[in-house]
């Protein structure tokens, strides 16, 4: 039951991979970029050049004419991030290299060396048809034979680890780092609200630490520090930072946002409570950031609105 679990899960991955994968490059081009410096998270120059001697870190660009700078894309910051939690709860840092050896496969090399022949695992563990088993096969074959030309970005993008944060931000899934005792070791894998309670009863049934990536990639979009980098990225367009720029300038009367999947509209009035104005305002970077709504409206404070639809929403 174990077997055919994990198979439909590696089965489930590669789908989505092949639905993101495509709408991650139209859609956010610039996404595997190395804009957020180091001093974006809460780790020390010496801790990060003691993590990295161990083998703990994705590879990272050091800035050319400063060298001590180091530059990270999204992934990479995500993946320190949840290594900061990992020791905080006292994970050794042997098991964190053996995890990010792991992570950083791509998805269909562990499809293959979990079981060379697919055939009937895919007839069993999913509902493909016959045609779809073989392009399937054939996709898999594929990706790893065009693998040596992958650049190290599309490799980060296509690994599993990145999968699961194309899957945050494409499909607002709510994405896990689970790890839990395998024998006399640890094991590593991801858990994803989307999971069928099957999957997700073989974690819960056991003791485990659980790493939520999703509020980690909220974490780092209402970040200050990262606003620049969340426009490089593509995750904030021009229209959405008028909306923040209003925001923060308080040139507005009212902020009207119509939520995607249903739910009540995010209503924003001008207030002179701080600590009020603080709180909306992160919620409404989070929305904007993850593309959680349909619509927009703002009504300026010299009576004049902008109004523009979500066209980036799969």
């Known amino acids: ?22 709408d991650l490059e139209r859609l956010y081009p610039r996404i595997k970029e190395r804009n957020a410096a180091l001093s974006t ?10 993590w990295k001697e161990q083998g703990l870190v994705w590879h990272v660009e050091a800035d050319t004419e400063k060298r001590t700078w180091v530059r990270l894309n999204l992934y990479e910051y995500v993946w320190l991030r949840a290594v900061v939690v990992m020791r905080e ?12 050896e792991r992570i950083e496969q791509p998805i269909f090399n562990i499809i293959q060396q979990d079981n060379s022949d697919w055939t ?15 392009n399937f096969l054939k ?43 395998k024998d006399l070791d640890l094991d590593i894998d991801f858990v994803s609200d989307q999971d069928s309670p099957i999957d997700n009863e073989v974690w819960s049934s056991a003791p485990h630490l659980s790493i939520p990536l999703y509020p980690l990639v909220v974490e780092m979009i209402n970040e200050p520090k990262n606003d620049r980098h969340i426009q490089e990225w593509g995750l904030i367009n021009a229209n959405e930072r ?73």
């Open 1 to 22: 039951m174990k077997r055919e679990t994990n198979n439909a899960k590696l089965i489930m991955q590669f789908r989505k991979l092949n639905q993101v994968y495509a």
């Open 41 to 50: 998270l809460d780790i020390s120059p010496r801790t990060f050049i003691h």
């Open 89 to 100: 709860f006292g994970v050794p840092l042997e098991r964190i290299k053996a995890f990010r």
């Open 120 to 134: 009937q695992p895919l007839r069993s563990a999913s509902d493909l048809t016959e045609e779809e088993i073989a």
């Open 139 to 181: 996709a898999i074959a594929y990706a790893k034979e065009q693998l040596k030309n992958f650049s190290l970005e599309d490799k980060q993008a296509i690994s599993l680890f990145g999968s699961m944060i194309n899957r945050i931000i494409l499909l607002n899934e709510h994405v896990n780092l689970v790890i839990k005792r």
């Open 242 to 314: 008028k909306v923040l720029e209003a925001m923060r300038t308080k040139d507005f009367r009212q902020i009207l946002v119509k939520p995607s999947q249903g739910g009540d509209d995010l209503v924003i009035e001008l207030t002179t409570d701080e600590n009020l104005m603080g709180d909306q305002a992160k919620r409404l970077k989070t929305i904007l950031g993850l593309d959680q709504y349909s619509e927009v409206t703002i009504k300026y404070r010299n009576d004049k609105n902008l109004f523009f639809r979500n066209t980036r929403k799969l």
